[in-house]
Nanobody, 122 residues
Framework: QVQLVESGGGLVQAGGSLRLSCAAS????????MGWYRQAPGKQRELVAT???????NYADSVKGRFTISRDNAKNTVHLQMDSLEPDDTAVYYC????????????????WGQGTQVTVSS
């Protein structure tokens, strides 16, 4: 099994920045791609960004140019740097991981963190 623990959420004003972090433990060898989903009240779950073990990234159109996903394979961590935050970015953000090399929004990753709240005030 793989355990994922997120940190770094909080309250920020529009235009501000936050950095989310996720630490993986357990059966690390099972992990291929990692990423972040988010879910806002009354909205569908949205895949925000993914990153492969080699560092290839993919982003939702809604966050391109504002968010940056990064990964440290030696430390088994993944980060999401969020800049120019907007009120529509308010959601619970979930770290995830999967044995697959990569995944898209139509796929539900195998491993999930407990989520961290991000609230952006206008």
């Amino acid at each position: 099994q793989v355990q994922l623990v997120e940190s770094g959420g909080g309250l920020v004003q529009a235009g501000g920045s936050l950095r989310l972090s996720c630490a993986a433990s357990g059966s690390i060898f099972r992990i291929g791609a990692m990423g972040w989903y988010r879910q806002a009240p009354g909205k569908q779950r949205e895949l925000v960004a993914t990153i492969t073990r080699s560092g290839d990234t993919n982003y939702a159109d809604s966050v391109k140019g504002r968010f940056t996903i990064s990964r440290d394979n030696a430390k088994n961590t993944v980060h999401l740097q969020m800049d120019s935050l907007e009120p529509d970015d308010t959601a619970v953000y979930y770290c995830n991981a999967d044995p697959r090399w990569s995944y898209s929004g139509s796929y539900s990753p195998t491993y999930w963190g407990q989520g961290t709240q991000v609230t952006v005030s206008s």
